[in-house]
């Protein structure tokens, strides 16, 4: 928050730049990224072992970030990849999403 509290003014100006609410990822949402990915996981070349997905939380405003819930924590995700990360940006953390292959 900013307050300019110029003596040649009869009022003070208050300025708060950016602000937000965290919302929480939600297991329907999380999973239709996944849904959307998964097709686009046959067109990799196949030479490695394993193919990992990183989901990335927005780092703009804070009204973007997103939560990870023990909800999310604790569901098994549908996917054709072998790993699955969700990187958050509240709390700054990369969790692994629990896989049903």
């Not at 030479?47 to 703009?60: C, D, H, Q």
């Not at 009204?63 to 023990?70: F, I, L």
Request: glycine share 2%; net charge negative.
């Amino acid at each position: 928050m900013f307050i300019d509290r110029t003596l040649k003014l009869s009022c003070n100006h208050w300025h708060a730049s950016r602000g937000g609410v965290v919302l929480n990822w939600d297991i329907a949402t999380l999973q239709k990224e996944i849904d959307e990915n998964n097709s686009k996981r046959a067109t990799y070349a196949n030479p490695y072992a394993e193919t990992w997905l990183l989901i990335v939380s927005s780092f703009g405003a804070p009204s973007a970030w997103m939560e990870v819930t023990d909800e999310v924590k604790e569901n098994e995700f549908q996917t054709a990849f072998d790993r699955v990360f969700l990187l958050s940006s509240f709390p700054l953390a990369v969790f692994e999403l629990r896989l049903n292959r």
